[in-house]
């Protein structure tokens, strides 16, 4: 276990801004897509890290420690946003999405066929452009599946957790992150040209 002297020998908060802000603002910002939200996060990050110096342990490097605080005030975001927005998802919601996307065999209808190759999108990740058109078509999506769609697919939250955050059964859960994705795929294979 690290001393309280050693501690705030290994952290800098003084620096904090200047090495980390910018780092911090762009993880918020992706996840959020809203500036001023991200900014107070960040912000709260800070103060979080402030407030709980004496938790560090010194087993992962300052900024990892930063970035991990700044998950869990973006997680309760979500979790308080979620229970100022809460409407449940009826069965019948999306049916006639999925026969907007599929055949009656289950094959998609192919004006929704992926355009180009989505099997190289890795490397296509760090394009400006993807991230700006991905962000376009999560704004448009519904509330709760953008909310399930970030949580899973950006910040990585376990199912389970989101399940109980956002107080939605494990189905509905499933059901919610697919519908994300159908709508997500077509709004990508229209807008996102390589």
Aim: negative net charge.
């Amino acid at each position: 276990m690290i001393s309280d002297q050693e501690t705030k020998t290994l952290l800098k908060p003084e620096l904090w801004v200047q090495n980390y802000a910018d780092i911090m603002f762009s993880y918020a910002l992706r996840r959020v897509n809203n500036e001023e939200v991200a900014q107070d996060l960040v912000q709260e990050a800070f103060l979080g890290g402030l407030k709980s110096q004496a938790n560090f342990d010194g087993n992962s490097s300052e900024k990892t420690w930063l970035i991990a605080i700044l998950k869990f005030k973006i997680i309760d975001y979500y979790r308080s946003k979620n229970k100022h927005q809460n409407q449940p998802l009826h069965q019948d919601d999306g049916e006639e999405i999925d026969h907007f996307f599929f055949e009656d065999n289950g094959h998609w209808k192919s004006e929704h066929a992926i355009i180009g190759d989505f099997e190289s999108a890795d490397s296509a990740l760090e394009k400006k452009e993807f991230y700006k058109v991905l962000d376009k078509c999560l704004s448009i999506l519904p509330n709760k599946l953008a909310t399930v769609f970030k949580l899973k697919m950006l910040i990585e939250e376990k199912s389970e957790v989101i399940c109980e955050m956002l107080n939605i059964t494990d189905a509905n859960y499933w059901v919610i992150l697919h519908r994300a994705k159908l709508q997500l795929r077509s709004c990508m294979s229209t807008n996102w040209k390589r």
